[in-house]
């Protein structure tokens, strides 16, 4: 019921930062919550950050400190600012919405991904 398209992936060198954008059509994401995972080639697709309906923000021990995670409901909109970038977060990056019809974790909505390479 909700399409999600994720955009800004890219080619940055190490240190460098990429903002990824992620634009929901079908319905609000007001009650939803918003996630972004991950997946490099030949691992398992692994948590990133997460924000709830309400604004509250978890992430990865992995990317503490240097990824932020956001939402403007306004323009059906989330967003992942990645700071210090390093090789090891090359990695497909996914968008995920979770309409919290369920007991813990549910993100039934996935978009198609976008490609982050981080050169040394």
């Known amino acids: 019921q909700v399409q999600l398209v994720e955009s800004g992936g890219g080619l940055v060198q190490a240190g460098g930062s990429l903002r990824l954008s992620c634009t929901a059509s079908?319905?609000?994401?007001?009650?939803?919550?918003m996630g972004w995972f991950r997946q490099a080639p030949g691992k398992e697709r692994e948590f990133v950050a997460g924000i709830t309906w309400s604004g509250d923000t978890h992430y990865a021990d992995s990317v503490k400190g240097r990824f932020t995670i956001s939402r403007d409901d306004a323009k059906n909109t989330a967003y992942l600012q990645m700071n210090n970038l390093k090789p090891e977060d090359t990695a497909v990056y996914y968008c995920a919405a979770d309409p919290r019809v369920s007991s813990g974790p549910g993100f039934d909505y996935w978009g198609q991904g976008t490609q982050v390479t981080v050169s040394s």
């Open positions: 079908g319905r609000t994401l007001r009650t939803h919550d």
